[in-house]
Nanobody, 115 residues
Framework: EVQLVESGGGLVQPGGSLRLSCTTSGFTFITRYMYWVRQAPGKGLEWVSEINTAGTWTNYADSVKGRFTISRDNAKNTLYLQLNNLITEDTAMYYC????????RGQGTQVTISS
């Protein structure tokens, strides 16, 4: 059974930082591209970032480029997302996923940006 468990969310002020983690099991992590998607209140799922199997190629939505960094540890079957210079528009539930549309994702971790 595929399991994706996100953690690391919280309430931070604008300009703050968070590091999200996604621990995985039930599939061969090292063979899969991995994705982060998010869902803001009242909106649909939004693709945020993706990373290749080796962690040598990454891609970001324009809205987060230069502020977020995706990475992975294949030895630990874990995906990460470093969030810097957070803005209120980043408030959302963040999910790690096995595809860009978020069709296979975890339960999510809430990120709230507020002063």
């Amino acid at each position: 059974e595929v399991q994706l468990v996100e953690s690391g969310g919280g309430l931070v002020q604008p300009g703050g930082s968070l590091r999200l983690s996604c621990t995985t099991s039930g599939f061969t992590f090292i063979t899969r591209y991995m994705y982060w998607v998010r869902q803001a209140p009242g909106k649909g799922l939004e693709w945020v970032s993706e990373i290749n199997t080796a962690g040598t190629w990454t891609n970001y939505a324009d809205s987060v480029k230069g502020r977020f960094t995706i990475s992975r540890d294949n030895a630990k079957n874990t995906l990460y997302l470093q969030l810097n210079n957070l803005i209120t528009e980043d408030t959302a539930m963040y999910y790690c996923a096995l595809d860009r549309r978020g069709n296979a994702r975890g339960q999510g971790t809430q990120v709230t940006i507020s002063s």
